[in-house]
């Protein structure tokens, strides 16, 4: 197959596949020649079009009309008709929410849920997350050794993400299961068994969002954002409907967590990494924000997005036609350096760090950005001060869930001498 529109395909463009292992391991790294050559290119293997740049990433996500947000939760490998069955046993429903709803639905939503997103509102969350925090490194803090993805990130942005939702919190191992076979459904390429297996734990944590929505249907009146939209349906029975209700549940679960704990190994791996860059956080916590924003940048959760074309255009000269699907790799363009200097460089002091486009752009730009800033300087606040002599063990093999998108080190262990933990030394 070949490009729709122009009939060419280079031999790169032809050869680039997101499940290999240049792109799992370093996905910027693996599209420099693109950045450089051939920045907007078509894939036929994958029937998309991929987007590299800074400035055409960010115009991409800028005009929501133009590129519709409405395939970005679409599955990006199609699905066996026995996973379809399965799937349909659970009555799986899983319709639009926020993040790949078009307008005119889609502003009135996101405005009427925004207020438990205030920077007051998040405010209150943050002694819940800090004593989370240090419950979780008390438990290895004199072990000399954890793992960092199983022993704290995914178990604490779990509960943070099920407090902010205002679920009741249930079994962190059942719902970390789910999760990761939600996102192996949507931007992996699971073979026919295992795309049976990942059926039936998305099934599984369909019912499940079923069943929390009608409990806190049956008394909404407590904290979190589920609670607050119920609250708000009676108001807009057309804007918070019964199915975005149930599928908000199931998507929120793992859009607040998920690529939250991700974000974290990434941050704490890349500033082992850059050992000097550590040893100036310790030594000033001022510098943890910024930190916080190049990590994203250099090292982001979210490697690449996806939206539709809804007439024919052009993307950095390029013509794209109407219909055609894009994957825009927004941690390329968070290393282009058309925009950041020397960006391959991890510099935490960098002025335009917060630039990065992690968190997508406009008018769908994540909701939960600031919980999830929060969460992150907490942790490498804690860190820094209970074991500023943190470090990778080395050798060790770091591997990723093979997908498109949410990206983040399956295990990360790190190791210290307990013996020299400040808190134990100096009480
Ligand atoms: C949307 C990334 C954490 C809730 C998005 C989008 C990205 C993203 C790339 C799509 C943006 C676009 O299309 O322009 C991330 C990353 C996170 C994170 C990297 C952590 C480091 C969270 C958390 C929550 C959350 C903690 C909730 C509590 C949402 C919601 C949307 C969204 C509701 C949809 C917004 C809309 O379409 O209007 N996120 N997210 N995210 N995120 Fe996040």
Not at 200 to 225: M, N
Not at 365 to 376: F, P, S, T
Request: glycine residues 4%; proline residues 7%.
């Amino acid at each position: 197959p070949r490009c729709p529109v122009t009939g060419a395909v280079s031999e790169r463009a032809a050869a680039f596949d997101p499940f290999g292992d240049a792109y799992q391991a370093d996905p910027p790294a693996s599209l420099r020649w693109s950045r450089d050559e051939e920045p907007v290119f078509y894939n036929p293997e994958l029937g998309y079009w991929v987007v590299t740049r800074y400035e055409d990433v960010k115009a991409v996500f800028r005009d929501n009309l133009l590129f519709s947000p409405s395939i970005a939760l679409e599955k990006i490998t199609p699905v066996c008709d026995e996973a379809t069955e399965v799937l349909a046993s659970y009555d799986y429903a899983m319709n639009r929410t926020l993040v790949n709803e078009d307008e005119p639905e889609h502003m009135p939503r996101r405005r009427a849920l925004m207020d438990p997103f205030t920077p007051k509102e998040l405010a209150r969350h943050e002694p819940m997350v800090r004593r989370l925090t240090r419950e979780y490194v008390d438990r290895f803090v004199d072990s000399g050794h954890a793992d960092l993805v199983d022993d704290m990130f995914w178990e604490v942005t779990l509960t943070v993400a099920l407090h902010f939702l205002g679920v009741p919190e249930e079994d962190v191992d059942t719902l970390r299961r789910f999760s990761i076979a939600h996102t192996v459904n949507t931007w992996g390429r699971p073979s026919r068994d295992q795309q049976v297996a990942v059926a039936e734990s998305v099934g599984k944590f369909w019912q499940f969002a079923g069943t929390v929505v009608d409990k806190l249907k049956a008394d909404p009146s407590g904290d979190g954002w589920m609670p607050y939209s119920i609250r708000l349906q009676k108001d807009m029975p057309d804007v918070i409907t019964d199915s975005y209700l149930h599928s908000m549940m199931m998507a929120g679960i793992v859009a607040a967590h998920e690529t939250t704990a991700n974000a974290a190994a990434n941050a704490v791996k890349v500033l082992m990494e850059n050992r000097q860059a550590w040893a100036e956080l310790c030594a000033d916590e001022s510098l943890i924000p910024n930190a916080v924003e190049e990590c994203l940048r250099h090292n982001g959760s979210v490697a690449a997005w996806r939206r539709l074309v809804t007439a024919d255009t052009q993307i950095g000269g390029v013509a794209v036609p109407k219909g055609a699907k894009l994957l825009i790799v927004n941690s390329s363009a968070n290393r282009d350096d058309r925009h950041f200097d020397d960006a391959d460089a991890f510099d935490i002091r960098r002025d335009n760090a917060v630039d990065h486009l992690t968190f997508g752009y406009g008018s769908h730009q994540c909701m939960g950005k600031n919980l999830a800033r929060m969460e992150l300087r907490v942790f490498l606040e804690e860190l820094t001060t209970r074991l500023p002599h943190l470090e990778l063990v080395p050798d060790q093999r770091v591997t990723y869930l093979p997908n498109t998108s949410f990206r983040g080190p399956e295990h990360l262990l790190v190791q210290w001498d307990p013996a020299a933990n400040p808190e134990r030394r100096d009480p």
